[in-house]
T-cell receptor, first 117, second 111 residues
Framework: AQSVTQLGSHVSVSEGALVLLRCNYSSSVPPYLFWYVQYPNQGLQLLLK??????LVKGINGFEAEFKKSETSFHLTKPSAHMSDAAEYFC???????????????FGKGTHLIIQP | DGGITQSPKYLFRKEGQNVTLSCEQNLNHDAMYWYRQDPGQGLRLIYYSQIVNDFQKGDIAEGYSVSREKKESFPLTVTSAQKNPTAFYLC??????????FGSGTRLTVV
């Protein structure tokens, strides 16, 4: 079975500072990895995903993430935080394409990103 | 525009009452999912369906029921057997194995 651990339920950064949200996964087969963002009382929006190929993935709103197999990590970064980035962020893993299990995403518990003015 | 619609946005349930949450999609997606979200717990899978007239239990199916009579629709019933139903419920759809499109959620409160 796969699992996802997001380090830090709350992360606070100053506007203009680097954003780093950490995600580690466990999986018996190569996973597909995703980051989603959720604004209050809304659904989840896909930020970016890693399937195969280039390990540095660029997403929307200036976010990017790097898949590091040796570290089983998929940390999300943004060089300069903006007030509009304040939201809940979820890392998720899927094994479907790898044949490692039934369909369905497994989510981390989320990280609440706070932007200080 | 294609999308996934959940209704109502807010729902109040009395003790011992069944309520049904609606989820409709016009994306022609085969797979649909229901998740429950509680603060600090992330998203937990309740039920999912990969094809019409078939569905599977997720991690927390007790106290919930679903149907999938049409490809576009995947309603969730929260039964009186669910002892702690107050939560935010999210519906999603996907092509099988693809990334998900989420609805905007229904917030259910027991009064």
């Amino acid at each position: 079975a796969q699992s996802v651990t997001q380090l830090g339920s709350h992360v606070s950064v100053s506007e203009g500072a680097l954003v780093l949200l950490r995600c580690n996964y466990s999986s018996s087969v190569p996973p597909y990895l995703f980051w989603y963002v959720q604004y209050p009382n809304q659904g989840l929006q896909l930020l970016l995903k890693y399937t195969t190929g280039a390990t540095l993935v660029k997403g929307i709103n200036g976010f990017e993430a790097e898949f590091k197999k040796s570290e089983t990590s998929f940390h999300l970064t943004k060089p300069s935080a903006h007030m509009s980035d304040a939201a809940e962020y979820f890392c998720a893993v899927s094994l479907f394409y790898s044949g490692g299990g039934a369909d369905g995403l497994t989510f981390g518990k989320g990280t609440h990103l706070i932007i200080q003015p | 525009d294609g999308g996934i619609t959940q209704s109502p946005k807010y729902l109040f349930r009395k003790e011992g009452q069944n309520v049904t949450l609606s989820c409709e999609q016009n994306l022609n997606h085969d797979a649909m999912y229901w998740y429950r979200q509680d603060p600090g717990q992330g998203l937990r899978l309740i039920y999912y369906s990969q094809i019409v007239n078939d569905f599977q239990k997720g991690d927390i199916a007790e106290g919930y029921s679903v149907s999938r009579e049409k490809k576009e629709s995947f309603p969730l019933t929260v039964t009186s057997a669910q002892k702690n139903p107050t939560a935010f419920y999210l519906c999603a759809s996907s092509i099988v194995g693809g990334h998900y499109t989420f609805g905007s959620g229904t917030r259910l409160t027991v009064v």
